[in-house]
């Protein structure tokens, strides 16, 4: 039977995995705390006032979804400094709000603007997971789930 020293390798499965919990979890915490902030905001039907969809509808569709492409903008882009991870988070929320006013409606400035704050709050929640990695599983699962049964 052959041996193989795998010593310093990461699984893939395990990289993808984590990345996947991280991604959640960033998405959880942002929800979270946009849903706090929205507490004060006056909403209709489940979505505030003048925005064409709710919180984590925006979050988990749009949001993730913009944020996973400015992780592959980013792998694309040679050297990593958080200005350049924030211009092209700034740039990736854009995007996404242009997305969400293209197919929600709504004023294409407010849903624009909208869109590079909340990859913005992404990001530097992204930030503070990567300090926190045992709460992961907390703000991926838990978190959300707490919320939506307290609503």
Known sequence: MNKSNFGGIPSVRLTAGMYALRKLACAGLTFLLLSLFMLWVPESGG???????????????????????????????????LSRSLIVYGASGLGAGLWLWTEQGGTWWVCGVAGVLVLLLFRATELAADRAPLLLP???????????LLQ
């Not at 907390?138 to 939506?148: G, Q, S, T």
């Open 47 to 81: 979505k505030p006032q003048g925005w064409p969809v709710t919180v984590p509808y925006a979050v988990y569709v749009y949001g993730l979804t913009a944020s996973l492409a400015a992780d592959a903008l980013l792998r694309l882009l040679p050297g990593s400094s």
């Open 138 to 148: 907390v703000f991926a699962l838990f978190a959300p789930l707490l919320y939506l």
